[in-house]
């Protein structure tokens, strides 16, 4: 499935939009559902354990080396 944003140009445009959701071609999100999320839970399952593993190892390095500077 993909996400668009859409801005509605005309007065009918949302009742239309509404209908096909009815008839569940589309699903609406309300835009402040999106924008209420956490970033933990907006990318929560986005990397698997061992890249975040790796990803985590890399930033202690990284933070290791300014520590050092």
Not at 22 to 42: A, F, G, P, Q
Not at 57 to 66: A, V
């Amino acid at each position: 499935m993909e996400t668009l944003v859409v801005e509605l140009t005309h007065k009918n445009a949302l009742r239309l939009l509404r209908d096909l959701e009815e008839m569940n071609i589309i699903r609406l999100h309300d835009s402040t559902e999106s924008d209420s999320k956490k970033l933990s839970e907006k990318y929560r399952g986005v990397l698997s354990k061992e890249e975040s593993h790796d990803l985590s190892r890399h930033i202690g390095e990284s933070r290791d080396e300014w520590k050092n500077i």
